[in-house]
């Protein structure tokens, strides 16, 4: 005979009247567990779920680094005027690293979305720094669909970054006619070197 245990079951095999509580308190620690995992870094937890909720596209990878050309609306491919368009948006536009040690790389990753009716192409991606790159799992995103994009900055970069707050940017050009460069920008305290 199989012993059962007779902490939240009574000898009878039924639920004890005090095991509905116990089983709130723990259904609440793991609740408060889920809500300060979020609390400590939100876009990691966004990001997490809304990956679940929404295909992301690995096809077409592009690498983004500094360059200093200007922005050049004639090289976007819009669609016609009047027809199905693309509309861009992300997980975040705006990522907090915190405090960084003086040689440290850091990331994050972010999801670009299409929440239009036609296919959002990002024609060109560029970061404001040579210490921040980033790379996106494609170039073109079908409606409903989204692209992975991971964004490297590495404070060792510049010397003269340490003891100072940085603030890095990745521009996305593309050819949602309302937002023909999407940013994303983030921010790292750099701790000035022992």
Known sequence: ????N?????????LRKKAGPLILVIAGLLLVIAGLFWIA??????????SQMVEVVNDRPLHAVHEMEPYDPASIPFLPEGGPQPRISASQTFYNFGSVGASEVVQHEFLIYNEGQAP?????AYTT???????ISTTVIPPGK?????????AGF???AAGTTVRRGLILENNDPNSPEFEIWTQAAVRAKP
């Open 1 to 4: 005979m199989i012993e059962q």
């Open 6 to 14: 007779t902490t939240l079951y009574g000898k009878n095999g039924r």
């Open 41 to 50: 870094n939100p876009g990691a937890a966004t990001a997490m779920l809304a």
């Open 120 to 124: 959002l192409t990002i024609s060109r």
């Open 129 to 135: 720094c040579g210490c921040t790159t980033a790379d």
């Open 146 to 154: 989204a692209a992975r994009v991971r964004l490297v900055f590495d």
């Open 158 to 160: 510049h010397e003269e």
